[in-house]
């Protein structure tokens, strides 16, 4: 874990048709989260994220709104998807756009590659099409439609018809890997997570696989196929060159060195793309296969998948307007099992932000510290004598960093934030039971009083170390109010529980601030 080495996390690329919502949000964050983690780790984290800004579906959005398909990623590049790095509070290390010349001209760099090796070769395809998730669908894919499409198949995630579409195209042999990427899930068994994702595409991949269509001539909104014009490459194939071109594919070889293979997170929906077609690409290729596929679940709204065609779509500002960047990570990754589907609610974000971040985390930091300022003048006491009470806290401190990092290390965000509020629910209790305020009122409690104020500083310590990837903005408060020394995110985040503290405290305004208003 602290070697300096490289770990690099991408979330998915997202389409530009729409605006971005809290699903989309959601990934975003717990890249990041992972990514900061390493980072404080002593790793070199390198996170990527992006946008898909080829394919039909934003062609027919941009000409909708009587602009051209660049003109209208342009627009919500700048307008709404950078601006969501700001919203949820993203340290990204590059953003990637499928128009931008690195990617375009390495992609069909890696084409011309594939086509060279005779793994691309023309054929016909006449099958059923689902532009929401440009994508041919299979028979199984499809569901009667309801409502306006009554009478209809629709695709099942999207709820809208399908188109058939008879094309001469290009394929990728993809079927002559089917079984080396079995070999590769055998051999690899962290290699798509979590376990029943990886089950659900060993199936899917022992039915045996297709070649894959890799072109479109019906449109012209995307890479060109290097050895026919008159073809662009299916926006699938053009996505997933992402994560290499980025990272220096064809153009950088020291980079890509450095930082290949990835992570990847992606939502459920994509997993198949990521796990199945995606490294037979990159065997195909002679590149490294990436070092895991993660696959998360959905946020559902009223039990549907939230989204933006069903107007469940939630912006997350309406949420960190009210409630704050720290308070929209800490909540998904607290309250979602990372990899399973998760109910948003508004009742449930605003409990869990009282309880457990106003009352549990934030409460806990104003009490120590404005009793160090009134008991101590603000000093940190230096005491040398410890009770038990005290080495339970210092050990559930190393439990916490130790449970955490290991936690991490599955990507299990959830499990690591529990195993890190156990420090919280821990102080909490100390406090209540050691009543510093009582052992202030006369001289014969000082020096527990000044052992109590120490263990709960250093606990608080350890805290904002810990918690520094989930809720940055308020750990950064708390560390400055604690005089800790240098940056908090510097503060090795596998030895948190070593912090020994600064000299003096200031005051820390309300970590959580109370808040007033009716959500819901
Ligand atoms: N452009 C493709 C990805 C290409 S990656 C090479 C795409 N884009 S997307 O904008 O539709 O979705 C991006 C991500 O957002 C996906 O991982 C998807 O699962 C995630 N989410 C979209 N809606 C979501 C929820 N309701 N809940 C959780 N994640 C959701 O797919």
């Known amino acids: 874990m602290s070697d300096g080495s490289s770990f690099y996390i991408t979330t998915p690329i997202f389409y530009v048709n729409d605006v971005p ?22 790793e070199k984290a390198w996170l990527l994220t992006g946008t898909d800004e080829h394919g039909q579906k934003i062609l027919r959005t941009a000409t909708a709104n009587g602009v051209t398909p660049k003109e209208w990623a342009d627009r919500l590049v700048e307008t709404a998807w950078k601006p969501l790095l700001q919203t949820v509070d993203i340290k990204n290390d590059d953003f990637i756009r499928t128009t931008d010349e690195r990617h375009e001209v390495n992609a069909q760099k890696f ?69 080396q990427l079995l070999a590769l899930y055998e051999d690899n068994p962290d290699f798509v997570q979590p ?27 995307g890479i060109k196929v290097p050895w026919d014009d008159s073809h662009v490459v299916y926006v699938w194939f053009d996505a997933l060159l992402n994560y290499i071109t980025a990272a220096g594919y064809g153009h950088d070889d020291e980079k890509f060195s450095r930082l290949w293979p990835a992570t990847h997170i992606v939502g459920k929906d994509i997993l198949r793309f990521h796990a199945v077609i995606w490294p037979a690409m990159l065997l195909a290729a002679g590149i490294e296969v990436p ?6 679940g959905w946020l559902l709204v009223g039990g549907e998948k939230m989204s933006k065609s069903k107007l469940t779509g939630i912006a997350p500002s ?10 929209f990570r800490y909540y998904f990754m607290r309250a979602i099992s990372f990899g399973q589907d998760g109910s948003f609610s508004w009742e449930d974000l605003s409990a869990r932000y009282q309880s457990e971040l106003a009352n549990g985390f934030g409460n806990l930091a104003s009490r120590v510290i404005a009793m160090v300022v ?47 509020w156990e420090l919280v629910d821990e102080l909490n209790g100390y406090i209540t039971s050691q009543e510093p305020w009582a052992l202030a009122k006369d001289h014969a409690g000082r020096t527990r009083l000044e052992a109590v104020l120490y263990t709960a500083v250093r606990g608080l310590g350890t805290l904002a170390v810990l918690l520094s ?33 600064g000299t003096h405290v200031s005051p820390l305004e309300a970590l959580f601030p109370r808040i007033e208003v009716t959500v819901g």
Request: glycine share 8%; charged share 20%; net charge negative.
């Open 374 to 420: 009134r008991y101590c003048d603000g000093e940190i006491p230096t005491p040398t004598v410890f009770t038990e009470d005290d080495e339970l806290i210092r050990a559930t401190e190393k439990r916490a960093t130790d449970a955490a990092g290991e936690a991490i290390s599955r990507l299990a965000i959830h499990e690591a934030i529990a195993a890190i």
């Open 21 to 42: 919502h809290i699903g989309h949000a959601y990934t975003e964050v717990a890249a990041d989260v992972l990514a900061r983690w390493h980072r404080q780790a002593g």
């Open 111 to 179: 084409l011309q590659h594939l086509y060279d090796a005779g793994h691309i070769y023309t054929g016909e395809y006449e099958g059923y099409y689902c532009v929401g998730c440009e994508e041919y669908k299979q028979p199984s894919d499809l569901i009667d439609g309801t409502g306006e499409f009554a009478g209809q198949q629709v695709c099942a995630i999207h709820s809208i018809p399908v188109e058939l579409l008879h094309e001469k195209n290009y394929f990728f042999r993809m079927s002559t890997f089917a079984d």
């Open 469 to 501: 990837p989930v809720v940055p903005q308020a750990t950064a408060k708390l560390w400055q109010a604690l005089g800790g020394s240098g940056e908090l995110t510097d503060v090795r985040i596998d030895q948190a529980w070593q912090w020994t503290g």
């Open 318 to 327: 309406q949420i960190t307007d009210t409630f704050g960047s720290d308070a």
């Open 195 to 221: 376990a029943a994702a990886r089950n659900e595409v060993i199936s899917f991949v022992k039915q045996g696989l297709s070649d894959l269509s890799i072109s479109r001539s019906s449109f012209d909104w």
């Open 291 to 296: 070092r895991r596929v993660f696959g998360h």
